[in-house]
């Protein structure tokens, strides 16, 4: 079946750290996104590609890095400089019929 | 900028109940509006997607409505069943652009669903 894949599922960062989220899709989509969800405030939008090896900033990219070197993968860096990274990571493709999101990744500062 | 807004925020009702979600969006010019559930900690399920030119589209016990002059849509569910409980998301797909542009998300509407 053709679907989005994210992990891990959970994920802990200690103070400093850099961590990646994997994010594989084989849906044969161009574009892809990556966006963040906390408590209250609904989804927004932290990058997307809409072909490899091009990408763009979202509303809230800052402390974020992101690659397109495949079709199939978007990963997504969480780095040193994201002060706030605690939030549930969700990955989505799409063509002009919609969106499909993967399962997320809930990753928390330790 | 576009912006979404769902009401109610929360909603509590008894199994059986015919009930109705609401979205408004602030720009008209958009190019399709998906609905998604999500239950806790999962990620998202898409239900419905309307493309600008549509009024309406239909699933199962699930109905969406577009009225893109006055920036609105609505999800009917019928005959709500406890399963139906999750928090219930609406998406609007901008035009502007190309036809892969960002969605633009509202803050949902937390549905609970009791027997």
């Known amino acids: 079946d053709g679907g989005i894949t994210q992990s891990p599922k959970y994920l802990f960062r200690k103070e400093g750290q850099n961590v990646t989220l994997s994010c594989e899709q084989n849906?044969?989509?161009?574009?892809m996104y990556w966006y963040r969800q906390d408590p209250g405030q609904g989804l927004r939008l932290i990058y997307y590609?809409?072909?490899?090896?091009?990408?763009q900033k979202g509303d809230i990219a800052e402390g974020y890095s992101v690659s397109r070197e495949k079709k199939e993968s978007f990963p997504l860096t969480v780095t040193s400089a994201q002060k706030n990274p605690t939030a549930f990571y969700l990955c989505?493709?799409?063509?002009?019929?919609?969106?499909?999101f993967g399962s997320g990744t809930r990753l928390t500062v330790v | 900028k576009q912006e979404v807004t769902q009401i109610p925020a929360a909603l509590s009702v008894p199994e059986g109940e015919n009930l109705v979600l609401n979205c408004s969006f602030t720009?008209?010019?958009?190019?399709?509006l998906q609905w998604f559930r999500q239950d806790p900690g999962k990620g998202l399920t898409s239900l419905l997607l309307?493309?600008?030119?549509?009024r309406e589209q239909t699933s199962g016990r699930l109905n969406a409505s577009l009225d893109k002059s006055s920036g609105r849509s609505t999800l009917y569910i019928a005959a709500s069943q406890p399963g139906d409980s999750a928090t219930y998301l609406c998406?609007?797909?901008?035009?502007?652009?190309?036809?892969?542009?960002?969605?633009?998300f509202g803050q949902g509407t937390i549905l609970t669903v009791h027997p």
């Open positions: 989505a493709s799409s063509i002009p019929g919609g969106y499909t």
């Open positions: 849906l044969n989509h161009d574009a």
């Open positions: 590609s809409q072909i490899v090896n091009d990408f």
């Open positions: 720009d008209s010019a958009i190019y399709n």
């Open positions: 309307i493309q600008s030119s549509q």
């Open positions: 998406a609007v797909r901008d035009a502007g652009g190309t036809s892969y542009g960002k969605l633009t």
